[in-house]
């Protein structure tokens, strides 16, 4: 196994995450069983850190890095992707392990439901990271997905610690209702304690908390990190901090939607883009928005 150059300069975001490749199936009725339904297919890069780190650049950000982990027979096709998009890859190759896909049932709604190999992501190791990485970062984003493998794991906690020490705030997508289940909030909410910015979309804060209403659930999350922004898909996005809802933000103007895929990894790299650039959190939060309405009207979870 191989791992990236180290050499990283200049401003801007570190993302810790993913690629994976994603198989998203659009399809018009539900799918019948034992026979064959019609469905429009397509293979494209996603993960979700390569998609946040992607819709940064697509929101201004001029420096953007991603660390992640690939399998030998698409590192160059996810290295090549990146680099069209803007974003400087630290892909490590993984020799033993294929990297993570996933398949995205879209339905009429453009609602997705993700069924996960994930491959090569959580075998990144704390070899693969090195504190230089965050030379210069004005920020690290963590991908939750690194949270729910013990190995991957260990080096999202070594980030994380690293980005504490140099006073560099750190934001964490908790990434999956289902995965969140089954590792237990306690043990996330633990993993991310202190963080500078929590990024769940409303699912997600409800596994989190325990509370159906996400205004509450964000109210609670609220005291345990820095700051908290709960996205709720058409009707916006919460922000809140010190247990209080301090705004909410309406959702961007979009057109038809075709597949969800990706929706909150365009806000949080709006999101994040915008806080780069200095924006205060609600015109950051408004930059997200913009960003996820775009990614709703667009098959696969990057910037078209």
């Known amino acids: 196994m191989s791992g990236p150059g180290l050499s990283v300069g200049g401003g801007g975001l570190l993302v810790v995450g993913e690629v ?24 494209l890069p996603g993960g979700a850190g390569a998609n946040v780190a992607c819709w940064a650049v697509r929101s201004g950000c001029r420096d953007v890095r991603l660390l992640a982990r ?46 996960t190999d994930s491959g090569a992501v959580l075998r990144l190791s704390p070899g693969d990271w090195s504190p230089s990485l965050l030379d210069g970062a004005a920020r690290l984003h963590l991908s939750g997905y690194l949270l729910f493998g013990p190995t991957s ?94 705004a909410r933000v309406p959702a961007g103007e979009a057109g038809a939607p075709v597949d969800s895929t990706g929706a909150g990894d365009a806000f949080t790299g709006g999101f994040l883009a915008a806080l780069i650039a200095g924006a205060d959190e609600v015109s950051a939060a408004a930059a997200g928005c913009r960003a996820g309405a775009e990614a709703v009207a667009t098959v696969g979870g990057r910037p078209a």
């Not at 999956?176 to 804060?205: C, I, K, M, R």
């Open 20 to 43: 994976v490749t994603d198989v998203v199936v659009r399809h018009t009725s539900a799918p019948l069983h034992g026979t064959d339904t019609p469905a429009r297919i397509s293979t």
């Open 153 to 246: 794991r260990a080096t999202a906690a070594l980030a994380l610690r690293e980005a504490r020490l140099r006073g560099v705030p750190v934001s964490v997508d908790p990434a999956s209702a289902g995965f969140l289940a089954a590792l237990g909030a306690a043990t996330f909410l633990d993993l991310v304690e202190g963080v500078d910015l929590l990024l769940p979309n409303a699912d997600e804060a409800r596994e989190l908390t325990g509370l159906p209403d996400p205004s509450d659930a964000a109210a609670k999350l609220s005291r345990h990190v820095g700051r908290v922004a709960v996205t709720l898909g058409d009707r916006g996005v919460l922000l809140a901090a010190d247990g209080t809802v301090t």
């Open 70 to 115: 690939a399998g030998t027979e698409s590192a160059a096709w996810h290295r090549d992707a990146l680099r069209r998009a803007g974003v400087r890859p630290l892909l490590c190759v993984d020799e033993d392990a294929a990297t993570g896909t996933v398949v995205a049932l879209v339905d009429s709604s453009a609602e997705r439901t993700f069924l």
